[in-house]
Structure formats: C-alpha cells, structure tokens
C-alpha cells in the first residue's frame, strides 16, 4: 500500500497527533474502545493505528494481559505511538501494510481500524487480510467518515482547490467520501464476512486556536507534501486561504459537526 495519500513521513506524525489528535480523532477512540471492550477479545490486531490514539484508549480499557499487535504502514507514525506506553505494558508494534499482512491465518479474534479503510487502493484485497487473520468468530470493527455531513475537512479541500484549479491535491476527498454503506457492505461480503452491524456516530466540534487548525490541517498530513510538489502557492498562503474559509462557513470559534460509520461484522 502506497500513495500519495497514506505517507505520513518527517515532522507529520507529530504536527497531526498534536494539531489533529484531539480535534477529530481523540472521541472516537474512545467509542472505539468501549465497543473493542465488550466483546472482551483474547488477541487484538489494529490496522492503520497511526500515532497511537485508539491504541492507548484499547490499551486503557482492555484487561492488562490482552496483547494488542499494532501496525501501521508508516514506521515513522508508530514511532510516536510508542511513546505512549510504558514498558512492560502488552502492546506490540510493527510496521506492516494492512493489503498484506505478516500474520498467519487466524491469529486474532479483534481487528480495529479506524479511519484507515479508506487510504487502501485496494480495499478488497484489504478485506481479504483482515478475513485471513481472524480466526472464526472474529470481529473486525472499522470506520469511516462520512463525507455526507459538510465539515472543517472539506471545506478545507474546497479551498485547496480554489488556490489549485489545476491538478488539486485529493487528500481530504480520499478521507472524506468512502462513506457508501451499500458498496461497503457488498465488499465485505463478498470478502466472507456475515452479520453486519452499522451505527452512525456524531459528534459536535468547537475550535478556538483557529490559525493553529488551518496550520495542522496543511502540516499535518500528506497535504503539505502534496501542495510543496505542486508549486506555485506556499504552504503558509494555504493555511490563511484555508483559516479564511473556515472561519467564513463555520465562525470564530468554530463549530461543526462531524460523523462517522462505524461497521462491524464477523468472521463465520
């Protein structure tokens, strides 16, 4: 697995587990995890981790002994993850791409994903994995967002396209309209799965530091490497562009709402 959009490289895993980490993902960890704890799983694998912020909520909430295998295609990203944890705590870390996974058949009975599905450029394939390494009875839970309700994220990639009409960097589109449950739940049907469960989850968002958002949503991710290639606008003219657009449709502070699909099926 690897594209523009998935490369979370340098200075980025820092910027976004400090700029982005407790805006948009901190919340739903902790979702995450409660759901993860009460099917009380014996052997946990999580996919697409990142930095570590549903890790840490698992680790929080999981009975001490459970093992948790972590991986992430970006070493650089599980770098800062493992500074979360103490030694000694059960929690395994290994760089690893979630389309093929280093793991043998049946291996886990919990797989988690959130908010990673939808950087797989073949998510069928990816399906497959995850059918693979769970024994039967094996849950895998996994997110994505929902780029049906309007938020902070695409209004930020409107304006990314407005300061490049030609060739617009595509990272918010990617993370954003993944969000067909009809076409999802066919794809993991067809990779085996049965007994599919959705629930859709919101949550209200208010931003004071606004300039330190619109600083996080370009730094943070693969953006600012996507806007440096391109040319022509600096990746501080972005940040103002994107504060201006911001504070325009969502005031000062911001508020909007976010929401995700949270999918959960099972291994027969």
């Not at 409107?158 to 794809?187: C, G, M, S, W």
Request: with cysteine.
């Amino acid at each position: 697995m690897s594209t523009e959009h998935a490369q979370f490289t340098d200075d980025i895993p820092s910027a976004y587990d400090r700029g982005l980490g407790p805006v948009l993902f901190q919340d739903y960890a902790e979702h995450t995890a409660r759901h993860v704890a009460r099917l009380v799983p014996r052997r946990l694998l999580e996919t697409g981790a990142g930095t570590g912020i549903v890790t840490r909520r698992l680790r929080d909430v999981l009975p001490a002994t459970t093992p948790i295998v972590v991986t992430d295609l970006n070493a650089a990203m599980l770098e800062v993850a493992r500074t979360k944890f103490r030694p000694g705590e059960a929690v395994e870390f290994q760089t690893a791409d979630a389309m093929a996974l280093p793991f043998p058949d049946q291996s886990f009975d919990m797989l988690v994903c959130q908010f990673g599905v939808m950087f797989f450029p073949d998510k069928a394939k990816g399906y497959r994995e995850a059918y693979r390494v769970l024994a039967p009875g094996g849950r895998y839970l996994f997110s994505v967002w929902d780029g049906s309700v309007r938020g902070a994220p695409l209004a930020t990639d409107d304006a990314v396209r407005r300061l490049f009409p030609v060739d617009p960097p595509q990272f918010y589109r990617v993370t954003a309209f993944y969000n067909l449950i009809d076409p999802i739940k066919e794809a993991i049907t067809e990779a085996g799965f049965t007994g599919l469960r959705v629930e859709v989850v919101t949550r209200d968002t208010e931003v004071s530091d606004v300039a330190g958002f619109a600083h996080a949503l370009v730094y943070a991710n693969p953006l600012i490497d996507m806007i440096k290639r391109r040319g022509g606008v600096s990746a501080d003219e972005a940040v103002a562009a994107i504060a201006e657009a911001l504070i325009h449709e969502f005031g000062s502070p911001l508020r909007w709402r976010r929401q995700a699909i949270v999918f959960e099926v099972t291994r027969e």
